[in-house]
């Protein structure tokens, strides 16, 4: 177990071009998120896959924000004509479901990459 | 929606003494998880405690445990004999039962003074 990566970890770009992060969960995760997280703040969902489907995208998630997980392992989250606003850390989680919610369940725990920070100039 | 208040942007403490970090959270859900991580300095995030909010006993895990007030929505973080290493910022976070996504807090600045 390596724990979960992601590349590159910084990024710098011009205002107005794309981008795309990837993202490799811990192995047998079937559960992965996307995160945002700016300067002396707490991190914001974006986004969220049970294997390859992406069940919910946050209103945060504008147009220009894109992720996919094909074949249910890595993900990649593309933004495209990046704006000065987009800039953040980006994290990505993965998780193990326990199974369907049951009153008494464990929550499963969600294990952090480092992150990728991007800076639009 | 789900929002997690963390007042205390920055604490400092005394190596081997204890600091308290303070959260609350405003939910109407009965079913929840409440989790504290850490994120040291350019360091990936990970998970200090958590708790179920069906239990009534506070979680602890080594140096650290929680004070658990359902009815008053506070979910303190006590970190006892503070050690250089938990120098980092602490985020509180509150996920609903039978949902995946976290709400953090903004976070809470510890410095462990030698």
């Known amino acids: 177990d390596t724990g979960v990566s992601q590349n590159p970890r910084h990024k710098i770009t011009k205002r107005g071009q794309n981008v795309t992060f990837r993202c490799d969960p811990i192995?047998?995760?079937?559960?992965l998120y996307w995160y945002r997280q700016t300067l002396g703040q707490g991190p914001e969902f974006l986004t969220y896959?049970?294997?390859?489907?992406?069940?919910?995208k946050s209103r945060l998630l504008s147009d220009r924000f894109s992720a996919e997980r094909p074949k249910g392992s890595f993900s990649t989250l593309e933004i495209q004509r990046t704006e000065q606003g987009d800039s953040a850390m980006y994290l990505c989680?993965?998780?193990?479901?326990?199974?369907?919610?049951?009153?008494?369940?464990?929550?499963?725990?969600?294990?952090f990459g480092p992150g990728t920070r991007l800076t639009v100039l | 929606a789900q929002t997690v208040t963390q007042s205390q942007p920055e604490m400092s403490v005394q190596e081997a003494e204890t600091v308290t970090l303070s959260c609350t959270y405003d939910?109407?859900?009965?079913?929840?998880?409440l989790f504290w991580y850490k994120q040291p300095p350019s360091r990936q995030m990970i998970l200090v405690i958590r708790?179920?909010?069906?239990?009534?006993q506070n979680a602890t895990e080594n140096r650290f445990s929680v004070n658990f007030q359902k009815a008053a929505k506070s979910f303190s973080l006590k970190i006892s004999d503070s050690q250089l290493g938990d120098a980092a910022m602490y985020f509180c976070?509150?996920?609903?039962?039978?949902?995946?996504?976290?709400?953090f807090g903004a976070g809470t600045t510890v410095t462990v003074r030698a």
């Open positions: 989680a993965s998780s193990l479901e326990q199974g369907k919610y049951q009153r008494g369940s464990r929550a499963d725990t969600q294990y």
């Open positions: 192995s047998e995760h079937n559960r």
């Open positions: 896959f049970q294997n390859e489907a992406q069940l919910e």
């Open positions: 939910t109407s859900e009965s079913d929840y998880y």
């Open positions: 708790q179920e909010a069906y239990k009534q």
């Open positions: 976070a509150y996920r609903r039962a039978n949902d995946y996504k976290l709400s």
